[in-house]
C-alpha cells in the first residue's frame, strides 16, 4: 500500500486534486465524511459532544446541529479545542480501519487521505508522501464567497480559523499550486500520479 495524507486551507483545491488521484484508480478517504459519520444518532461521539456543549447542539431529530456547533467553535478556541478533543480520536480511529480494510482488499491500493486538519490534529497515519494544495488567502476567500456563498465576514472566519499555511507546508513533500487554471492544477495531480506509481514500482 503507498499512503498519501492530502491536506490544504480550506477552498485550497483539496477536493480537484483528491477527485483527479480517484480518478486515476486511488482510494479516496475524506477526514470530513469521518468526521460525520462518528458523530452519527446513536454514536458515543455525539454523546460526548452533547454533554460537553449542552443539548442545544442538538436537532430535535437528535442529529448534530452542524451549524450551531460551528457557530460556538470558529470564533472561540478553547470551544474548538474541546471539540477536536472529542472527535479527532474517533475519525483517527475510523481512518485507521477504513485505511487497513484498503490495504486487505488490495496490497498495492494507493490510498489517499483527504484530511484538512492533518497539522492541527496532528495526524500521524505511516504517510509514504504529504501532499499540501495551496492558494493565496484572497483565492480562497474569493471561492468562499463565489463558489460557496459565505459572507466575506465568515470567509475569512473560517479561513482565519485555520492554521497558517506555512505550517502546512514545512511538512509537504510535494506542493500543488492551484491559483492558475483547473488544467494546471490537474497537470499537476497528473504528475503526482506518474510519481506514485514509479516509486510503487521501485519498490516491487
Do not use: C
Not at 477527485?19 to 446513536?42: K, T
Not at 489517499?112 to 490534529?121: G, I, K, Q, S
Not at 463558489?147 to 475569512?156: F, I, K, V
Amino acid at each position: 500500500m503507498y499512503l498519501i495524507g492530502l491536506t490544504g486551507g480550506i477552498a485550497s483545491g483539496k477536493s480537484t486534486v483528491a477527485r483527479r488521484l480517484y480518478e486515476h484508480g486511488a482510494v479516496h478517504i475524506d477526514a470530513d465524511q469521518l468526521a460525520r459519520r462518528v458523530v452519527e444518532p446513536g454514536t458515543s461521539t455525539l454523546a460526548a459532544v452533547a454533554e460537553a456543549f449542552g443539548p442545544a447542539v442538538l436537532r430535535p431529530d437528535g442529529s448534530l446541529d452542524r451549524a450551531r456547533v460551528g457557530e460556538l467553535v470558529f470564533t472561540d478556541d478553547e470551544a474548538r479545542a474541546k471539540l477536536n478533543a472529542i472527535v479527532h480520536p474517533a475519525v483517527r480511529e475510523l481512518s485507521s480501519r477504513l485505511i487497513a480494510k484498503a490495504e486487505a482488499d488490495d496490497p498495492d491500493a494507493v490510498v489517499v487521505y483527504d484530511v484538512p486538519l492533518l497539522v492541527e490534529a496532528s495526524v500521524d497515519h505511516p504517510f509514504d508522501l504529504i501532499v499540501v494544495t495551496s492558494a493565496p488567502r484572497k483565492t480562497q476567500l474569493r471561492r468562499l464567497v463565489e463558489d460557496r456563498g459565505l459572507d466575506p465576514m465568515q470567509a475569512e472566519a473560517r479561513v482565519d480559523a485555520q492554521v497558517a499555511n506555512t505550517e502546512r507546508l514545512a511538512i509537504a513533500d510535494v506542493v500543488i499550486d492551484t491559483d492558475g487554471t483547473l488544467a494546471h492544477t490537474m497537470s499537476q495531480a497528473d504528475a503526482l500520479w506518474l510519481r506514485v506509481v514509479e516509486e510503487q514500482r521501485a519498490r516491487a
